[in-house]
């Protein structure tokens, strides 16, 4: 079975909100999930009968946000095709993680301005795997760190920092979530993970983004072999 960016789109509602009402949801969001816990919590070791079962009846949505917290809306493995003819929304294959991962350099691009994929990369070089994997290829998180603040501080002495539109900006956010899932894909993953994005950086045709990659000997190649020998 394969699939091609053709067979690929990329739609996701919180890419198109406005960032003030981004934060306001979010909050919301987080406050009733907390209340609901402490809520909870106490009709638990209430007296009354109605209410501890009312607890109980509760539990299980809980537990059911809490697992979805850490898994995808669909899984790779379960795509048919008869789902690629239809054509296939790669976020739903995104971990929470990943998606929330490329919604802050997408979100912080769109507010101050600047090099999407340098604030993307610089998110993703603190990710767990991908300290795993820079060490094992034996690069300096500091050092390649450093050489993103020195890639970002040459764009804004240039004034090359840039506000992008939206359309440029779901654009190229689009770009890099296709391409991390097609490395999901060819990867059998069950979702695609923060890695398939640094690993779509590298099909990314961005002066500073190969400039720095170049630097460090980054390439698809070695970034599979370190991948696999962990």
């Excluded at 995808?72 to 790669?90: F, L, P, Y």
């Excluded at 240039?158 to 939206?166: A, E, R, V």
């Amino acid at each position: 079975m394969k699939i091609s960016e053709n067979n690929l789109f990329f739609s996701e509602t919180r890419f198109n909100l406005p960032a003030f009402s981004r934060s306001v949801l979010r909050i919301i969001s987080y406050a009733f999930y907390i209340f609901l816990i402490i809520a909870t919590v106490l009709v638990l070791f209430s007296d009354v009968k109605q209410l501890r079962w009312m607890g109980i009846f509760i539990i299980p949505f809980l537990l059911y946000k809490a697992i979805r917290q850490f898994r995808s809306r669909k899984s790779i493995r379960t795509i048919k095709d008869e789902d690629i003819a239809k054509g296939i929304n790669v976020c739903d294959f995104f971990s929470p993680k990943s998606l929330e991962l490329l919604e802050r350099a997408f979100y912080k691009t769109k507010i101050i301005g600047g090099n999407f994929y340098l604030n993307l990369l610089d998110i993703l070089i603190q990710e767990n795997k991908t300290k795993l994997v820079l060490d094992k290829m034996g690069i300096s998180r500091q050092e390649l760190s450093l050489k993103i603040d020195e890639a970002v501080d040459y764009l804004e002495a240039g004034q090359k920092k840039d506000i992008l539109s939206q359309k440029d900006l779901i654009g190229k956010a689009e770009f890099l979530a296709k391409k991390a899932f097609l490395q999901a894909f060819d990867n059998q993953r069950i979702q695609v993970e923060p890695f398939d994005l640094f690993l779509a950086l590298v099909f990314v045709q961005d002066k500073e983004i190969n400039r720095i990659f170049y630097l460090f000997s980054i390439d698809l190649k070695s970034l599979r072999k370190a991948n696999y020998i962990l």
